[in-house]
């Protein structure tokens, strides 16, 4: 199925991940995803590890990371800061929908590529670490600072530690999703709505991140209550925490209000806990946190990880593993809900990685194609899609543009 953004064409001048991954989210809806790399090395992530052999040519160096980022997109080579290039470059635009680019602010107006110097039906999608404007918006920033501006990082860790950064590129991908709902809103204002007017979408990494702190915020305004790292644990819920299993592994049980509790409890085998005066409220137990909190532990540490999580899903307790990429190509759920694709990779061959996310009940989505090898799609990108003879591409390579 070409799902339901079959004809709209996106063009992915972006590198590292938010951009491209807001095109490629767009892309698994059925879009027509066309990723301009620089002709001399491509896409950043074409470059980060881990890294596996190639099996066409034998040699190593081909990245993982790439062949998951990079999939569901056709890819083309354009040296924008060349005059030639910026005028390749303006005939593709002329053909698409949808712009996601995340260089510096002013690097494309310093080419002629910006918002202005295009098409106004075009939805821009801008994403960059501070925003297009304010007092940092010229600062070079990656995910990290986004976690750190955000106010995502202070909250992180254990209390008494440093703050630890999430296990993922949080901002980056945070920015992607929101940065594609824009654009989708955008799209329908000028389509469906009749506008024919694209948009500018400006999508700060801190910004995402900003965006789902909770009441961090509103309880600074009205409290005066500066939030900071809890660990596992939170101040006004227990117990809740990432418990040591007796094989070694972590477990994650979450049991802070009544009905929970009452079930942990007798999942436990512990019903006298619930005639406790240090438990029998959620803020009694709250403020008694450590207490409970050891209790289960030691319990915890008498189980294996699968033990405890048969008995309280047998007790009708939350509860669920910290599971590693081990246990997720294992486990037959994620298998049923076909959480995972193999996805025809043209260097590596057949490959697992995340399935398109999430589905529309009914409707089998496509499997997105394998990430392409830098400027696969040349000659119909520049030939097919904007007009170029074959001999002007041939020239345009000859020059070193293409």
């Given at each position: 199925?070409?799902?339901?953004?079959?004809?709209?064409?996106?063009?992915?001048?972006?590198?590292?991940?938010?951009?491209?991954?807001?095109?490629?989210?767009?892309?698994?809806?059925?879009?027509?995803?066309?990723?301009?790399?620089q002709?001399?090395?491509?896409?950043?992530?074409?470059?980060?590890?881990?890294?596996?052999?190639?099996?066409?040519?034998?040699?190593?160096?081909?990245?993982?990371?790439?062949?998951?980022?990079?999939?569901?997109r056709?890819?083309?080579?354009?040296?924008?800061?060349?005059?030639?290039?910026?005028?390749?470059?303006?005939?593709?635009?002329?053909?698409?929908?949808?712009?996601?680019?995340?260089?510096?602010?002013?690097?494309?107006?310093?080419?002629?590529?910006?918002?202005?110097?295009?098409?106004?039906?075009?939805?821009?999608?801008?994403?960059?670490?501070?925003?297009?404007?304010?007092?940092?918006?010229?600062?070079?920033?990656?995910?990290?600072?986004?976690?750190?501006?955000?106010?995502?990082?202070?909250?992180?860790?254990e209390?008494?530690?440093?703050?630890?950064?999430?296990?993922?590129?949080?901002?980056?991908?945070?920015?992607?999703?929101?940065?594609?709902?824009?654009?989708?809103?955008?799209?329908y204002?000028?389509?469906?709505?009749?506008?024919?007017?694209?948009?500018?979408?400006?999508?700060?990494?801190?910004?995402?991140?900003?965006?789902?702190?909770?009441?961090?915020?509103?309880?600074?305004?009205?409290l005066?209550?500066?939030?900071?790292?809890?660990?596992?644990?939170?101040?006004?819920?227990?117990?809740?925490?990432n418990?040591?299993?007796?094989?070694?592994?972590?477990?994650?049980?979450v049991?802070?209000?009544?009905?929970?509790?009452?079930?942990?409890?007798?999942?436990?085998?512990?019903?006298?806990?619930?005639?406790?005066?240090?438990?029998?409220?959620?803020a009694?137990?709250?403020?008694?946190?450590?207490?409970?909190?050891?209790?289960?532990?030691?319990?915890?540490?008498?189980?294996?990880?699968?033990?405890?999580?048969?008995?309280?899903?047998?007790?009708?307790v939350?509860?669920?593993?910290?599971?590693?990429?081990?246990?997720?190509?294992?486990?037959?759920?994620?298998?049923?809900?076909?959480?995972?694709?193999?996805?025809?990779?043209?260097?590596?061959?057949?490959?697992?990685?995340?399935?398109?996310?999430?589905?529309?009940?009914?409707?089998?989505?496509?499997?997105?194609?394998?990430?392409?090898?830098?400027?696969?799609?040349?000659?119909?990108?520049?030939?097919?899609?904007?007009?170029?003879?074959?001999?002007?591409?041939?020239?345009?390579?000859?020059?070193?543009?293409?």
């Amino acid at each position: 199925m070409g799902g339901p953004l079959q004809g709209l064409r996106v063009i992915d001048v972006g590198t590292r991940i938010g951009a491209p991954f807001c095109a490629g989210l767009l892309g698994e809806w059925g879009a027509e995803v066309v990723k301009v790399e620089q002709p001399d090395g491509g896409d950043f992530m074409r470059g980060i590890g881990p890294f596996v052999e190639d099996e066409s040519s034998g040699t190593p160096g081909y990245s993982l990371f790439w062949a998951v980022e990079g999939r569901g997109r056709k890819s083309a080579t354009c040296d924008l800061r060349r005059s030639e290039g910026q005028a390749l470059f303006r005939r593709l635009t002329a053909t698409a929908d949808v712009i996601c680019e995340n260089f510096r602010p002013g690097t494309l107006e310093g080419w002629g590529l910006g918002p202005a110097h295009l098409d106004p039906r075009l939805v821009f999608v801008r994403i960059s670490a501070f925003g297009q404007d304010g007092p940092y918006a010229h600062r070079p920033g990656l995910d990290r600072l986004g976690v750190a501006y955000g106010g995502l990082l202070h909250l992180t860790g254990e209390a008494d530690r440093p703050p630890v950064r999430p296990g993922v590129t949080v901002a980056d991908y945070l920015t992607g999703v929101f940065a594609a709902e824009a654009a989708l809103a955008a799209l329908y204002r000028r389509d469906a709505r009749g506008t024919g007017q694209g948009a500018v979408v400006d999508a700060s990494l801190y910004g995402s991140v900003l965006r789902i702190l909770e009441w961090t915020v509103a309880g600074y305004e009205k409290l005066g209550i500066v939030r900071s790292r809890q660990g596992n644990r939170l101040s006004n819920s227990a117990p809740l925490d990432n418990y040591r299993s007796g094989d070694g592994r972590y477990v994650c049980i979450v049991a802070g209000s009544d009905a929970n509790f009452a079930r942990l409890c007798r999942a436990m085998g512990r019903p006298d806990l619930l005639e406790d005066p240090r438990f029998v409220t959620l803020a009694e137990r709250a403020r008694h946190g450590d207490e409970i909190n050891a209790e289960v532990a030691a319990w915890a540490l008498t189980h294996s990880a699968e033990e405890l999580e048969a008995v309280c899903v047998a007790h009708d307790v939350p509860v669920a593993a910290a599971y590693s990429a081990k246990e997720i190509a294992l486990d037959p759920h994620f298998a049923a809900r076909r959480d995972l694709v193999e996805v025809a990779d043209p260097v590596v061959g057949p490959l697992h990685q995340q399935a398109p996310y999430p589905r529309l009940v009914g409707e089998e989505q496509a499997v997105p194609r394998g990430a392409p090898r830098l400027g696969a799609d040349n000659e119909e990108v520049w030939c097919t899609m904007t007009g170029l003879s074959t001999e002007e591409l041939d020239e345009m390579v000859a020059k070193g543009v293409v």
